[in-house]
T-cell receptor
Framework: AQSVTQLGSHVSVSEGALVLLRCNYS??????LFWYVQYPNQGLQLLLK??????LVKGINGFEAEFKKSETSFHLTKPSAHMSDAAEYFC?????????????FGKGTKLSVKP | KAGVTQTPRYLIKTRGQQVTLSCSPISGHRSVSWYQQTPGQGLQFLFE???????NKGNFPGRFSGRQFSNSRSEMNVSTLELGDSALYLCASSLGSGQETQYFGPGTRLLVL
């Protein structure tokens, strides 16, 4: 069975500081990994995804994530936080060869950005 | 292209009633997935439809059902509503042929009183 653990339900950073949101996954087969962002009263927007190939994945809005198989991690980073980054972030996993339709999500991390 | 649309955006029902939510995918997308989002349980997969057939199903009771039409539009139905069904219901569409990106709609917020 697959699962996702996001460490820290709330993370607060100052504007301009490094953003680090942690995600660890459990999967008995090679996973596909995703980060989504959700702004208040909106749906989910894909930030980036890892399928195969390069383990460092760059996404939108300056975010990137690195797939580390040995650590079963897929942490999301951004060098310099902006006020507009305040939102809830979800890490998700799906099974290679399976339909992406059944994504398994972590509980989410709310990011606050202080001026 | 227009994004994924969901109607209605907000809904208030009482216990025991039933409700139907609608999702129109992005033009050309054949896969539609439904998710339930609650503060306690987070985001949980309900089911996925592809070419009018249910392709995957999550762990929800039979009160939750769905269908997909030939134009890929999808509906989900919840019968005999319970207080715990109050949630944001999200629909996502994709081409459906592989591991392509899922695009989410804004959701329907259901409140059961």
């Amino acid at each position: 069975a697959q699962s996702v653990t996001q460490l820290g339900s709330h993370v607060s950073v100052s504007e301009g500081a490094l953003v680090l949101l942690r995600c660890n996954y459990s999967s008995s087969v090679p996973p596909y990994l995703f980060w989504y962002v959700q702004y208040p009263n909106q749906g989910l927007q894909l930030l980036l995804k890892y399928t195969t190939g390069a383990t460092l994945v760059k996404g939108i809005n300056g975010f990137e994530a690195e797939f580390k198989k040995s650590e079963t991690s897929f942490h999301l980073t951004k060098p310099s936080a902006h006020m507009s980054d305040a939102a809830e972030y979800f890490c998700a996993v799906s099974r290679i060869g399976g339909s992406q339709g059944n994504l398994i999500f972590g509980k989410g991390t709310k990011l606050s950005v202080k001026p | 292209k227009a994004g994924v649309t969901q109607t209605p955006r907000y809904l208030i029902k009482t216990r025991g009633q039933q409700v139907t939510l609608s999702c129109s995918p992005i033009s050309g997308h054949r896969s539609v997935s439904w998710y339930q989002q609650t503060p306690g349980q987070g985001l949980q997969f309900l089911f996925e439809y592809f070419s009018e057939t249910q392709r995957n199903k999550g762990n929800f009771p039979g009160r939750f059902s769905g269908r997909q039409f030939s134009n890929s539009r999808s509906e989900m139905n919840v019968s005999t509503l319970e207080l715990g069904d109050s949630a944001l219901y999200l629909c996502a569409s994709s081409l459906g042929s592989g591991q392509e990106t899922q695009y989410f709609g804004p959701g329907t917020r259901l409140l059961v009183l």
